[in-house]
């Protein structure tokens, strides 16, 4: 009897293949070109070293892309978490970190509707003097 249910359930799982016209080959020819496409078509790899970990020249761009909100809310205060976060990304010194803020807030306008690209430019550009 079990052996019947068995032949029943694999002859069963063979025609529901057959009329779907997916095969086990032809699911991982899918799944294996899926996967090249897309570790062959990102340029992330750039972005990150063998240990998987974020490299630091991108972890700014990182911070300001997934942030960005947060991030002009605290440029137009002058202040906040994610100002201060996105400062010591840049490298900007403790001590220059308050000026570094003040330089930012007095130019928000130029940048609150800016794309994280051109965000993350006018933060960098804005750092330089008060870098060491």
Known sequence: MR??????AALGASLLLGLTGCTVKGTINQ???TTSNVTGTTSGAAWWNEDGQLKPDFKATAFVTFNQANLIQD?????????????????IPADRQAA???AAQSNYSQ???????GLISFLRETSKPFMR
């Open 100 to 102: 570094f803020s003040s």
């Open 111 to 117: 940048v609150a509707d800016q794309t994280p690209a």
């Open 75 to 91: 440029l137009a205060a002058g202040r906040g978490e994610y100002l201060g976060s996105v400062s010591r990304l840049l490298g």
């Open 31 to 33: 799944i294996t070109d």
């Open 3 to 8: 052996t019947h249910l068995q032949c029943v």
